[in-house]
């Protein structure tokens, strides 16, 4: 099986923490040589030293922030110019929890500019270098509740909804052209990003936040969170070629907790 990522040029989102980090430093193992996008100058030099450059790889980075898609848009059209990216991790900060019924308008608009407008952007920038490469992943880091929704995370369920619908809709117009897209949902991982949730449940139940989090582990069958490199390692895998006729999927990295088939 071919998993081996020499000679791949890999665009990371989000990939000074958490699953974006993870992500990047385990396409870097396979031989990828990653560009890291995040909006901390600071973290992203932090991160660029810890991936590994076994094979010869020089890693690079360039900073941009989401909340700005025309920002984006002009960093990753210099990105391009100099490099055809073979791999796409799209992957953003989910937009802050609470119930659907009292999030504000605005609140749906700007997630969905993080998220959809801004995969829009990014797609559309790399998309034409993978058609002459003959290959080409674009792999987005959304969440299990676009297969069952996730209580008090209103925003969030609506707009990862609207990212998977995107992503099928791109898978079936780009497959003939060798490339992928596919989502991983992550379940409960052990980041910053559960923390804030945990922290919530907490305050909601009325419990500590160990009690919370131990409430939250036996809703899942492997009784526990993941880490972040076992969504890394999905991630990786459907960024290789042993992952070629494996497009338009959302793959659930759960632990088993998501009830539907």
């Known amino acids: 099986m071919n998993i081996d990522l020499t000679n791949k040029n890999a665009l990371v989102c989000g990939s000074t923490a958490g699953i974006g980090r993870a992500t990047a430093i385990q396409l870097a193992k396979l031989g990828a040589t990653v560009t890291l996008v995040a909006r901390n100058q600071v973290k992203l030099k932090e991160t660029l030293i810890e991936l590994p450059h076994d094979k010869g790889q020089k890693h690079n980075y360039f900073v941009a922030d989401f909340t700005n898609p025309q920002q984006l848009k002009d960093k990753v059209e210099v990105a391009v110019s100099n490099k055809i990216f073979h791999i796409l991790v799209n992957n953003t900060g989910g937009p802050k929890g609470g119930p659907i019924?009292?999030?504000?308008?605005?609140?749906?608009?700007?997630?969905?500019?993080?998220?959809?407008?801004?995969?829009?952007?990014?797609?559309?920038?790399?998309?034409?270098?993978?058609?002459?490469?003959?290959?080409?992943?674009?792999?987005?880091?959304?969440?299990?509740?676009?297969?069952?929704?996730?209580?008090?995370?209103?925003?969030?369920?609506?707009?990862?909804?609207?990212?998977?619908?995107?992503?099928?809709?791109?898978?079936?117009?780009?497959?003939?052209?060798?490339?992928?897209?596919?989502?991983?949902?992550?379940?409960?991982?052990?980041?910053?990003?559960?923390?804030?949730?945990?922290?919530?449940?907490?305050?909601?139940?009325?419990?500590?936040?160990?009690?919370?989090?131990?409430?939250?582990?036996?809703?899942?069958?492997?009784?526990?969170?993941?880490?972040p490199g076992e969504i890394a390692n999905a991630v990786a895998f459907l960024s290789s070629e042993a992952a070629s006729y494996i497009n338009g999927i959302n793959l659930p990295v759960d632990g088993g907790r998501t009830k539907s088939l």
């Open 101 to 227: 019924f009292s999030a504000e308008p605005d609140e749906f608009e700007k997630a969905f500019s993080m998220h959809v407008i801004c995969n829009q952007i990014l797609a559309q920038a790399v998309v034409p270098g993978m058609k002459e490469a003959d290959y080409g992943r674009i792999i987005n880091i959304i969440s299990t509740s676009v297969k069952q929704p996730i209580d008090n995370l209103g925003v969030s369920n609506t707009i990862r909804g609207a990212v998977a619908s995107w992503s099928k809709t791109m898978a079936n117009e780009v497959g003939q052209f060798g490339i992928t897209v596919n989502n991983v949902l992550p379940g409960f991982t052990a980041t910053d990003r559960l923390d804030d949730i945990v922290a919530n449940a907490a305050k909601r139940m009325n419990k500590t936040d160990k009690e919370a989090a131990e409430a939250m582990k036996n809703l899942v069958p492997a009784r526990r969170f993941a880490q």
